[in-house]
């Protein structure tokens, strides 16, 4: 398939899991600080900022931390190419250039939240009924999700897409691990729950780990379960998944050499070990590892600037070509 | 009843028409008598159980179904793009199949004769021009006569490859041709997109007719492509839409065509050429294209050869195809054909290229170079309609009837200034059709454009776009200029028509149609 439409469908699937990622922090820290000091609630609005990597963007604004600016900052600032709505708003215009590979229902979906999501007031939404709107933009994009998976044919397009997506959605649990780990303490129950709460994951935790909140447990299960979707080792399973079909005869691509062995590394991990080191430090490299593979992926399969170098030489009529 | 059913309410045949006005007009439905004319009345016969205010909410799901589908076309506003969609009247201008019949082989005999004068222009011997059928000076001062065109070989010389006629009817209702659009017609994403958009909104209306499908524009355009791949291409040439991108007005149908033919939308820069040759960008590397069905200005195609600053294009796209390597669609230069002035001289040559008379005649045009011509229209400038050649979309267009004496006088001026680059035509009261206006019926005006294929052979898309002036009393059709569209029906041919109620629970009470008379 096209360079350039492989590229927008890998970014439709980023944009897409980054917005329901946000909508996810957002509602549980929203929700979860009703009941807390006002310490406490800057620090984890400070948190959110981090987990999404725009803290230093957030405080050359010069703006105080309370829920009201960092939830606007995070769901409709136009100058925060970061937030929902512009998360959304790009995941359409990628979608866009790329509508003749999706099927109807899909470009449908995807359009169909975009103008509903523009349509409302957001500013009032926050005011009044911010679970709603975060649970809209959590149903719209599993929505989106399940009509891809429904009517995508497994093809090229179909593995860029899930490719995208669950790098994104790796990173994303990376960073909210790194954020939150340093709440190790085993009192700090109502932010572990939160956390699991906010990667939809407090059911299926549960059903593995009973009840207990032993931050042991929630980082292993955040980190290196091997059957919750939303887990960094799961989405990279999946990533590594989508990136063995696109190489041609089982060629070991750059991409695919550095995600094998950055998610070996996980696969084989064991979590006492990583607390009793640095878990930061580890959480760190497994971030910057799914950075060095999404630039390699761009390398590998967008810009094909060989060819595009070569071409340049010789674009007059009648000069022949280098061999 | 269903809650989203017609209105319970006894209607009234008449209520939907109840004063409906032809206005003097050559009307679509009635004619001059204020009967139904026959093709209509199956049609209004399944209307009748509808009232305004059902057509007005069906309207309303049409439009956010086309909204959320992104059936848009953009308008720039101060930078910022609105996307729009494309307003379509409810009421589908029904066209019978003996009037089809002489429009199609109208448009088949014009078509060719226009292919062959291009072919002959470019690669040919000019015999046109040697013999005196059309001067030299005014094919030469043609702001779309391409000299980069000479010597590039079209395969089966399918130059207008895609051609969009523009059709209007007079007040005896004739079918007159108003222009060629031979370079990049667009707006058969709307024909399909309304036909489906109709059989979801309003399905009872198309019972006891049998309307002639257009959905097979992707097969048949991808068909016409693929023909006229260069010979070394082989049996699965590699087919390629050209788009200048995501910012174009005229996008989404660029999307539309990509994917009904099931080939890759390209933009400039996915493309290369190399030793001649043009390839794609894939993610597997390049890959050979034989076919492209360019959406985007001569003048953009390659800034090697042309607008050196442009970066839609593909640097060496022309070299490639003057070395036989590539076929682009449609080809270079066709806008000499659809330049206005030139237009008056297409009847006559169908008469030197096909030793036929022409079909559909010409709007009566008057060319302003010549001094008599130029002197009776400059006399009855307040009668007449005054065109810029080179322009498409209805802009610079001067309607003498409705313009201020300042506008004439500038119209003036600017005809004495360069008389080449206007022609003056008699004002056609273009014919009406009633379309819903708010909550009631009104008579707007109409044209058609019927799309026409050539790849060997030529077809003609049983349809087209009907176009409605929007605005009461506007001539201009133009969807830059408020213009709406309509789903546009052609019966087929000796169909025997049965009018029965299609079920019980609605009671259609409208049999009273003679079936003789249809047939």
Known sequence: MLARDAESLFWTGRYLERAEDTARLLDVTYHGLLETSPAEEAQAWSDVLAAVRLGQVFADGRRPITAATVSEYLVFDPKNAGSILSAVEQARENARTVREQLSTELWESLNSFCLELRGRNLRADLEYQPHELYGMVRRQCQTVAGVAAETMARDEGWRFFVLGWNLERAEMSCRLLSVRYRQLSPSAFHQWMNTLRSASGLEAYRRSYRASMDPADVVEFLLLSRTFPRSVLFSLRTAENALGHLALDGELTRPLRQLGRLRSGLEFADVRELLQGDLGEELHLVEEGIRQVAASVATQYFSNSREFDLHSLHLMPGEGGIR | ?519
Request: aromatic content about 8%; some cysteine.
């Open chain 2, 1 to 519: 009843m269903p809650p989203d059913g017609p209105s319970a309410t006894e209607a009234d045949p008449s209520s939907l028409f109840a004063n409906y006005d032809r206005g003097g007009f050559f009307d679509e439905v009635f004619d001059a008598d204020d009967q139904v004319r026959p093709h209509y009345a199956a049609l209004l016969a399944g209307l009748d159980r509808f009232t305004p205010e059902d057509l007005v909410r069906r309207a309303r799901i049409r439009d956010a179904a086309f909204r959320s589908q992104g059936i848009t076309f953009t308008v720039y506003d101060e930078g910022e793009g609105i996307e729009r969609t494309f307003p379509m009247d409810l009421l589908p201008r029904i066209v019978p199949a003996d009037e089809w019949q002489h429009i199609e082989d109208g448009l088949v005999q014009r078509v060719t004769a226009l292919n062959s004068f291009l072919d002959d222009l470019y690669v040919g011997e000019r015999a046109a021009i040697h013999d005196g059928i059309i001067p030299t000076w005014l094919v030469e001062t043609s702001d779309g006569f391409n000299r980069e065109a000479f010597g590039i070989p079209v395969p089966l010389g399918a130059r207008c490859l895609v051609a969009g006629v523009d059709l209007v009817r007079d007040g005896e209702g004739t079918y007159r041709v108003l222009e060629d659009n031979l370079r990049n017609p667009s707006g058969v994403s709307y024909v399909i997109e309304n036909r489906v958009a109709m059989t979801r909104v309003l399905p009872t209306v198309f019972a006891n007719q049998q309307i002639r499908s257009v959905d097979h524009y992707g097969r048949s355009l991808l068909n016409a492509l693929n023909r006229v791949a260069p010979p070394a291409s082989g049996d699965q040439p590699t087919v390629v839409v050209l788009t200048p991108g995501v910012f174009n007005s005229a996008y989404f149908e660029h999307v539309f065509l990509a994917s009904q033919m099931g080939v890759e939308l390209v933009e400039g820069r996915d493309l290369v050429v190399d030793d001649h040759v043009v390839s794609m960008r894939t993610t597997q590397g390049l890959k050979r294209v034989d076919v492209i069905y360019r959406r985007i200005d001569d003048a953009f195609l390659d800034p090697v050869v042309f607008r050196s600053d442009s970066t839609l294009g593909v640097p060496g796209l022309m070299a490639a195809a003057r070395a036989g390597n590539v076929t682009i669609a449609n080809a270079v230069g066709n806008g000499v054909a659809d330049d206005k002035a030139v237009y008056a001289y297409v009847p006559e040559l169908i008469r030197y290229y096909l030793g036929e008379e022409p079909i559909l005649p010409n709007v009566e045009t008057y060319l302003l170079w010549d001094e008599d011509q130029r002197a009776e229209v400059l006399d009855r400038l307040d009668e007449l309609v005054v065109k810029p050649v080179a322009e498409a979309g209805g802009y610079g267009i001067v309607i003498g009837p409705a313009a201020s004496d300042a506008e004439l006088e500038e119209c003036r001026a600017n005809i004495e200034a360069d008389p080449r680059n206007y022609i003056a035509q008699e004002v056609v009261s273009l014919s009406r059709h009633p379309s819903l206006v708010e909550d009631h019926l009104e008579g707007r005006h109409i044209d058609l454009r019927p799309f026409v294929l050539s790849g060997g052979d030529i077809e003609v898309i049983p349809g087209g776009l009907t176009r409605v002036a929007m605005r009461r009393g506007s001539l201009v059709v133009n969807s830059s200029q408020g213009g709406g569209s309509k789903d546009t029906w052609v019966l087929a041919k000796g169909v025997e028509l049965v009018v029965e109620a299609e079920d019980e629970s609605t009671e259609v009470e409208s049999s009273a149609i003679d079936v003789e008379e249809l047939s």
